[in-house]
């Protein structure tokens, strides 16, 4: 677990919970990772989550979703910009992925959105993560 990067962290404990079909997974706080998990939820790649006080940093408590044959809904993450090697991507080269199945997550200076967001903004940004 790399407590410096909490995007790493969140994607790789939400990954390892849905290969072992877990219902739910804890995540440590920290708000860009909140956004995330709130597209996450808007796009339908996860049930829901929820803020919970531990009177320290807070847990993100992430419900995960399954297909109706108990497959996971998330095939795959990758974290794509790292804290040791940043990726930045203008406006008319942002990235599709799987052909559109997926979606890249990217920061840009009017906050976190979708690839399909970021286009339709036209703002590129940092590519923080891809969701298929």
């Known amino acids: 677990m790399n407590l410096t990067d909490p995007?790493?962290?969140?994607?790789?404990v939400i990954r390892n919970g849905s290969m072992a079909r877990k219902i739910k997974?804890?995540?440590?706080?920290?708000k860009i990772t909140e956004e995330i998990l709130s597209?996450?939820?808007r796009d339908r790649f996860i049930k829901d989550f929820k803020f919970i006080d531990d009177k320290k940093q807070g847990v993100l408590r992430v419900y995960l979703k399954y297909t109706s044959n108990e497959?996971?809904?998330?095939?795959?993450l990758a974290r794509i910009?790292?804290?040791s090697l940043r990726i930045?991507?203008?406006?008319?080269?942002i990235p599709k992925v799987f052909g559109g199945l997926g979606i890249a997550i990217l920061s840009t200076s009017r906050g976190v959105v979708t690839n399909i967001q970021a286009a339709e903004m036209l703002s590129g940004g940092e590519v923080l993560c891809?969701?298929?």
């Open 88 to 93: 930045y991507v203008k406006k008319d080269r």
């Open 39 to 41: 597209i996450l939820k």
């Open 71 to 76: 497959e996971p809904v998330i095939k795959g």
């Open 130 to 132: 891809y969701i298929w």
């Open 81 to 83: 910009s790292k804290p």
């Open 7 to 12: 995007i790493s962290n969140a994607l790789t």
């Open 25 to 30: 997974v804890d995540i440590k706080f920290s």
